[in-house]
């Protein structure tokens, strides 16, 4: 193959999903390019990131992106109204890469008995995870795989169990300038199907390389688990591509961190940041008063009562911070607070407005020494990958249709 061949892949991809979608961003278009390429390659992975697409309401593009992700892929799998057990046996070492629209069927107030369904997704990220059932027939315990890449859309956030193992896009609704090519799936699902195929060719024919790819991350922990794949994809093609999909790694990651949500727990602890100020310790009655006093705080209707001094020592016990009795100058002795009793929480989970603590944000992922031999991942987890270079079938049941007479969409390698 050419040596930029996986770069005007990508080049392709990226063209085809900006006919049909308003992207919310350039990173945002370059990461879902990316994940869709690394369906192709799930065997390699270690990891399977999940991809959300979320919106503030209705009519955002969130399902015109998955009708775009569902077609470039490699075989998908939609899973509405399919039962968990259909689920589960669907995923294989090679497995399909699974698609929920409407996932609020899942996680939101309408979830129901979806329990299973959501176990699956937040196991199946990793390799190693599979779901155990007791066979009463055969008096055995069942291992059932669950690893396999997902896209999940749907309104509002997603689960912190879910979104801090994904790739998150925020969806927007169309500005009046903003105009897209209609998509209609009778027409314009068989080239994309085309585009998938020469993914599938050329990622395929290098599994070897990419199963052993280390590429140096710009974010970590699980956030460099959940770009590996897509950053060792653009690695993998060259071109602007690796600085493409370090920059969107980069401001997806900070993003998230803005926008997404977190636990009371987490944000009880930042907001006692706040309520200190310069205070070197301060009574548990004034703490109380100035955390409810805190704009676009939850304190003052946390509870029948708001915040109590038993919940916020219930929350705050968790990083190891307690009250004690002090000696405050002027009022004697009373429970309360120290400063220094929170200085390592914050630099442990809030490093970023930790400036008088002395502790130290986590240090960059450095990559692994390329001149030392590889460490296999299937000496963990056993191995699911092939040596044979030919490209398996696409499974998708979904019929193309015919083509329309709409400008057809060009492929690498199309001379038509």
Not at 214 to 241: F, I, K, N, Q, Y
Not at 363 to 390: C, F, I, M
């Amino acid at each position: 193959m050419p040596a930029n061949h996986g770069a005007a892949l990508l080049d392709t991809l990226r063209d085809a999903l900006t006919r049909y979608v308003v992207m919310p961003s350039e990173q945002a278009t370059d990461a879902v390019v990316l994940w869709i390429a690394a369906t192709h390659a799930q065997p390699a992975w270690a990891h399977a990131p999940r991809l959300v697409i979320r919106a503030p309401e209705r009519r955002c593009g969130k399902s015109r992106l998955l009708d775009i992700v569902e077609a470039t892929c490699h075989d998908p799998l939609i899973t509405v109204n399919a039962s968990p057990a259909a689920v589960y046996r669907s995923i294989t070492p090679d497995p399909p890469v699974l698609l929920v629209d409407e996932a609020d069927t899942i996680f939101g107030p309408k979830a129901g008995d979806n329990e299973d369904l959501r176990g699956l997704l937040n196991a199946g990220h990793q390799r190693g995870r599979p779901a155990l059932r007791y066979d009463a027939a055969t008096s055995k315990v069942v291992t059932i795989p669950t690893f396999a890449m997902a896209a999940l859309a749907g309104i509002g956030a997603m689960p912190d169990t879910i979104e801090d193992r994904a790739v998150v896009v925020h969806m927007r609704r169309r500005a009046s300038g903003e105009k897209t090519f209609p998509y209609r799936a009778r027409r314009d699902r068989e080239p994309l199907r085309a585009l998938a195929q020469q993914l599938t060719e050329w990622l395929r024919g290098d599994m070897a390389i990419l199963e052993r790819a280390e590429p140096a991350m710009p974010v970590e922990d699980r956030a460099a688990d959940t770009w590996e794949p897509l950053v060792a994809v653009a690695d993998h093609a060259g071109g602007d591509w690796p600085e493409r999909a370090r920059a969107a790694a980069v401001e997806m990651t900070r993003e998230h961190n803005e926008t997404g949500e977190i636990s009371d727990r987490l944000r009880l602890l930042i907001d006692c940041r706040t309520a200190f100020a310069d205070d070197l310790a301060l009574p548990t009655a004034e703490l109380l008063h100035r955390l409810r006093g805190l704009e676009e705080s939850p304190w003052r209707e946390f509870g029948p009562t708001g915040l109590t001094a038993m919940k916020l020592g219930t929350l705050l016990k968790e990083y190891g911070i307690r009250s004690a009795t002090i000696r405050f100058p002027g009022s004697g002795q009373a429970k309360g607070y120290q400063r220094a009793d929170f200085a390592d929480a914050w630099s442990r989970y809030a490093p970023e407005l930790d400036t008088s603590a002395g502790g130290e944000p986590s240090q960059p992922y450095q990559p692994h020494n390329p001149s030392s031999d590889p460490v296999r991942l299937d000496e963990w987890y056993g191995s699911s990958r092939t040596s044979k270079k030919a490209v398996p079938p696409l499974t998708s049941k979904n019929d193309a249709g015919t083509a329309g007479t709409a400008t057809p969409l060009k492929v690498v390698g199309d001379t038509a």
